[in-house]
């Protein structure tokens, strides 16, 4: 797959907000992608467990743009399947 874009989870969680996406608690999620050396894997991680600590991704408003969605996961090199599961539960929390 090559080398994983140096990009930062800020810019990539920026990237979510632009698309639409509604953070719920973003200063944890923030603080323990800060604390991360692998910040993908603690994101993936939190998305999919992060109910307990608050952090939630959210289409609040019906305004989520999945095609800036899908860009974000590319640009920043989330794996595909993490993508799917995260619009899966963007839709299925509305």
Request: glycine share 6%; with cysteine; proline share 1%.
């Amino acid at each position: 797959m090559g080398s994983l874009s140096t990009e930062s989870y800020e810019q990539f969680l920026d990237s979510l907000k632009q698309a639409g996406v509604e953070i719920s608690n973003e200063r944890e999620l923030r603080e323990r992608l800060a604390e991360a050396q692998r910040w993908r894997f603690a994101f993936a991680t939190l998305a999919a467990n992060g109910r307990q600590l608050g952090i939630r991704f959210q289409d609040a408003g019906c305004s989520v743009n999945n095609a800036d969605i899908h860009r974000a996961f590319a640009r920043f090199q989330i794996p595909e399947n993490l993508e799917t599961t995260f619009a899966a539960s963007l839709r299925a929390d509305h």
